[in-house]
């Protein structure tokens, strides 16, 4: 035991690193709390996944006790023991002020026993045509005050495996629900009215739904975090990871800080949510984006976005590059937002502001959409594809500033543009968007010299 704590203390510790951004507070790198206790890990990965033989043998009720007991402001160490390396389990609850880290070398699993999370018999596993969620997360964290997920190890939701006593996987589910119903499946991590929530380092992989979702909750960090899932391809045989959102914060949430992260997933690799309560004072900084549907703001924006920064961001080859969506029938006011220093390539979708997302609601409703004050400064984009500024209606419009937003070469570019007012400048902006329906544009488009994104686009680590 003293040794494994002296081998904590030589990681590194924060860093005056601070954020210039929308969260009002003072951001700096985490750091590993002292332990109360190590686990030593009694299971074995085989290949990518958990040994067969070790598919029943849950360790939840000892990691489960570990945290209750364990004091506040300490941590929870899984570590490897020998060749023994993996933790297998069902829904565990963290507490306030503890930190689960999950170390080098260690993989904790989700059960594969849909039985394990359910909320009530037979609830989960199911595509359902009733409301409600069936499925209990991976890790909830609700009502616990600077609770932690840290550590070099991983967490894989093993959403792609066959559910235990079926023929089809978390993923199947979602699938088979786009003709109706919704999937009842497991997220990862859940975190509610949980102020100063923290993941550091850990890598997030394969959920069957959402990777992590932050609702209600004041003060957010995300810090060189991983998340690692297929790329979802919509129209193959088997299209894997639909709905495996990487990063959701939102549904009253604010001060969030989103850094130094790497993230590749089957739908949006952020997402900020401005459902019941909306979503405010958010700071996304110095990321890596790569296959997953981008940069999203919404869905739903009926409870306000607000006091968003995007900064120092690459785009590799996502499906959508920036990205806010809403409809009538979930829409409210998102505002002052602002992306700065951005790199897009090979995105069909590098910009796209658009009020008649048909995925989630009717388009038409009480609740239309508007967005104004949006700024794109120092935005290249390269690859082709369609930059769309697609408002409501005459009162419900999209105003945006694109200055030093620069397509950087000659692949075929279309563009959309209704109920809009763009203005282009003062840095050069060499779109060239067309008059549109009852939309207005200032500025000339002008060619500049945007600077390189050679450094920006750097391979997944792994």
Known sequence: MHRRLALFALLPLSQAFLLCAQDTRTVIEPFFPQLCTTLDAQLQSQGHTLAPADEQKLDTARIQKAIDKCGKGRAVLLHVNETNNAFLSG????RPEVTLIVGLGVTLYASRDPAVFAVSPGSCGIVSHGGGRGCKPLIAVDG?????????????GRGGEKMLGSQYSWWDLAQQARDGGGQQVPRLIVANDSDNFTLYRITLKNSPNFHVSYNHGNGFTVWGVKIDTPHRVADSEHPLSRNTDGIDPGNGAKNVTITHSFIRDGDDNIAIKGGPGGATNITISHNHFYWGHGMSIGSETNGGVSKIRVFDLSLDGTDAGI??????????????????????????????????????????????????????????VSGGGKITFNGYGHDYRIAATLNGV???????????????????????TNLQLPAGEDSTLKGAPAEGN??????????FPQ
Request: net charge negative.
């Open 323 to 380: 990205r806010i969506k809403s409809n009538g029938s979930r829409g409210g006011l998102t505002e002052d937002v602002v992306y700065d220093d951005l790199c897009i390539r090979n995105s069909p979708n590098p910009i796209t502001l658009d009020t008649a997302y048909s995925a989630n609601g009717p388009l038409q409703g009480n609740s239309p959409p508007t967005m104004r004050d949006i700024s794109l400064h120092n935005v290249r």
């Open 144 to 156: 616990a005050r600077d609770a932690g997920i840290m550590g070099d190890g991983t967490i894989d």
């Open 406 to 428: 620069q397509i950087t070469d000659n692949a075929k570019y279309t563009y959309q543009v209704d109920h809009a007012d763009i203005t282009l400048g003062p840095e050069p």
């Open 91 to 94: 829904p565990l609850e963290l």
């Open 450 to 459: 945007p600077a390189s994104c050679a450094d920006k686009f750097v391979p």
